[in-house]
């Protein structure tokens, strides 16, 4: 099955830096890949998604990238904000059903 | 309310207790999902369900059983459970086409306490 590793686990940058939260996965056929923001006490919610045919997307300060031959890809966000801190899961999608990473915390500090 | 909505939002179960989650969808999905999150293994998958059909079920014990009745509906069945069942519980809901994946709507989840 699918193997899906993410790094950093825990991730502080000052208020207006940028963020990058890398990942890889294990199995070729994966073809969607996305991303979810889960606050302290709240769901998860999906942010951004990239599928296989595109290099990268972009939407306002969150950008995705995904390279398909060395099988990673990473989450950039950039002009951090403190409402962006949270614990962040990136994703690969299998069969049915889809294969989270670890999760990274990310903390904007003001 | 994203759509997804799971009762109880918290739960405190004695180890010979025999309680049940719900998860229910108004999205139209055909696809339901549970996770299991706890701090040492976030997002760990249970259960999917695709088409009212189990399609997966990740080596978990027994002591969880879950139901899927519809294609709107899913159930966790929750009996003599470990103090380490304390967790998490998820539901999510997806549309699953064949070749494409698509994203998950969550729940807000049921806080599990097992005493």
């Known amino acids: 099955g699918e193997n899906v590793e993410q790094h950093p686990s825990t991730l502080s940058v000052q208020e207006g830096d940028s963020a990058v939260i890398k990942c890889t996965y294990s199995d070729s056929a994966s073809n969607y890949f996305p991303w979810y923001k889960q606050e302290l006490g709240k769901r998860p919610q999906l942010i951004i998604d990239i599928r296989s045919n595109v290099g990268e997307k972009k939407d306002q300060r969150i950008a995705v990238t995904l390279n398909k031959t060395a099988k990673h890809f990473s989450l950039h966000i950039t002009e951090t904000q403190p409402e962006d801190s949270a614990v962040y899961f990136c994703?690969?999608?299998?069969?049915?059903?889809?294969?989270f990473g670890t999760g990274t915390r990310l903390t904007v500090i003001p | 309310e994203t759509g997804v909505t799971q009762t109880p939002r918290h739960l405190v179960m004695g180890m010979t207790n025999k309680k049940s989650l719900k998860c229910e969808q108004h999205?139209?999905?055909?696809?339901m999902y549970w996770y299991k999150q706890s701090a040492k293994k976030p997002l760990e998958l249970m259960f999917v369900?695709?088409?009212?059909?189990?399609?997966e079920n990740n080596s978990v014990p027994s002591r969880f059983s879950p139901e899927c009745p519809n294609s709107s509906h899913l159930f966790l069945h929750l009996h003599t459970l470990q103090p380490e069942d304390s967790a998490l519980y998820l539901c999510?809901?997806?549309?699953?086409?064949?070749?494409?994946?698509?994203?998950?709507?969550f729940g807000s989840g049921t806080r599990l306490t097992v005493v």
């Open positions: 994703a690969a999608a299998g069969a049915n059903n889809l294969f």
């Open positions: 999205l139209g999905h055909n696809a």
């Open positions: 369900y695709s088409l009212e059909e189990r399609v």
């Open positions: 999510a809901s997806s549309q699953v086409s064949p070749g494409t994946g698509v994203g998950y709507t």
